[in-house]
């Protein structure tokens, strides 16, 4: 009878019971189920009705049901928009659940004061990447006109009094959201000369306008643009 190494014989007996604790706890894959996925996660994923998702391999927790009974529109819109726009933005909200009232106004806020900059010291690539054509050209006019002529303009934002929606609707898969804002501006625009050719170098003005953003809501780009500018004082 040969010798037998006891180390192989121990190490034998490990491996064998590694295996059956390794089996015992993932079992067995079927050829219908579907691998553990990549360890990678994509950097920018779709909106879409699934949850976080969970550790590689594993299915993406549900998402919680809606309530049986929501909240009214007054209760949960009124603070962002006029009574005219709730059934248009609960319209976007179904057919987007990443939209939410009160990050789009932080936004649009921040994008309002972003144009009205860029407008002022002729700054087309931010206007540019802020704007859907339509609405950069009408900028792009007027900053060539006042080019132009020789004039300079500046503005400075003193403060956002009121950022609401004015109206929302959704018109195919195209969002269409108007905004009012409320905004006190200091702005002058002078010659060659440095002569005032309109505005006041010291007083501020109360300005409301109503800029309507858009956007495709199947698309993966999660930007709004601005579409239309219309001022009412």
Known sequence: ???IDISTVIFALVALFVAFKLRSVLGTRNDGERP???VIAPLRRAPGPAGPAGPAGMAPEPVSAAPAHPAPPAERLQAFAEPEAWSGLDAIAAADRSFAPAAFLAG??????MVVQAFAAGDRPTLRSLMAPEAFANFDAAIQARASAGHVMTTTVVSIDGVKVA?????GST???SVRFVSQLASVTRDTAGEVV??????VAEHIDVWTFVRDVRSRDPNWRLTATQSER
């Open 36 to 38: 553990p996925g990549g």
């Open 175 to 177: 969002a269409q959201v």
């Open 167 to 171: 109206a929302a609707q959704l018109v």
């Open 108 to 113: 649009a806020r921040s994008a309002y004061e």
């Open 1 to 3: 009878m040969p010798d």
């Open 198 to 203: 309109d505005g006041s170098a010291t007083d």
